[in-house]
């Protein structure tokens, strides 16, 4: 008896050991699942915001997502360029070379090239002066920096005029940079020909860039004079949506 008593306490004891495993196991199973579910939906929650890659620029959707509406200008009529359409062609090429960056902002075929695009032109319900926009995100911020040193040496390098794409021959002022506002860098010029006058603002925020233009007589009180209600609308926008602002 005390022999089969001994082989059976083991074996009972076996019973409840496989027993406790198995529950071990599957409640093993049962806890990874829900664990890497949880983990999963809590990393998508931390994820890059919505538009962005990785925390990186904002794509296209992202990128048109941060562009000024009706919402941010209510008293402002607006004309958005599809996507597609943004983007230019270079056309002939400037005379001097020298003032290429120049021609390449007023066509909206800058260099180096985006990897997305938006842009719209927006005016006052009470006066048809436009401010044309457009937003441009590089794939890296040395690109955007590239494109506002190219356009800032074009500025100063080609004051006596060069002949543009249509064959007319503005001249180019380089103006004081700007304040940046909520972003990295600006640079500002005049284009003029003929009496009117092209003023243009270009302000980089990291990966991104915001070129603003619009255009007065020369002789005009106010020429120069900054959009700033819409600037500051757009560049207010465009960093709080790529994390900068």
């Known amino acids: 008896m005390r022999v089969d008593g001994l082989r059976r306490v083991p074996a009972a004891v076996a019973m409840l050991a496989a027993a406790a495993l198995l529950a071990g196991c599957g409640g093993g199973d049962e806890g990874s699942a829900d664990g890497g579910s949880g983990a999963a939906a809590e990393g998508s929650s931390k ?29 402002y009529t607006f004309t958005v360029f599809k996507q597609g359409t943004v983007l230019g062609g270079k056309g002939e090429p400037a005379d001097p070379a020298v003032c290429q960056p120049i021609e390449d902002i007023r066509l909206r075929s800058p260099e180096p090239a985006p990897a997305a695009a938006a842009a719209r032109s927006v005016h006052p319900n009470t006066d048809v002066q436009e401010t044309e926009i457009a937003l441009y995100a590089y794939d890296k911020a040395a690109d955007a920096e590239e494109l506002l040193t190219r356009v800032r040496e074009a500025a100063k390098n080609c004051p006596a005029g060069y002949e543009d794409d249509t064959g007319l021959n503005p001249t180019v002022t380089a103006l004081a940079d700007p304040d940046p506002g909520p972003g990295d860098e600006a ?59």
């Not at 991104?208 to 020369?218: E, I, L």
């Open 47 to 75: 994820g890059a915001p919505a538009g962005q890659a990785g925390g990186g620029p904002l794509d296209a959707a992202g990128l048109e997502s941060a562009a000024v509406t009706e919402t941010d200008l209510p008293d």
């Open 187 to 245: 640079v500002a010029y005049r284009r003029e020909l003929s009496g009117t006058a092209h003023w243009y603002r270009v302000v980089r925020s990291g990966p991104h860039v915001a070129v603003f233009g619009w255009k007065s007589m020369v002789a005009h009180k106010n020429a120069g004079e900054a959009p700033a209600e819409v600037i500051t609308a757009q560049l207010k926008k465009l960093t709080e949506a790529a994390g900068t602002g």
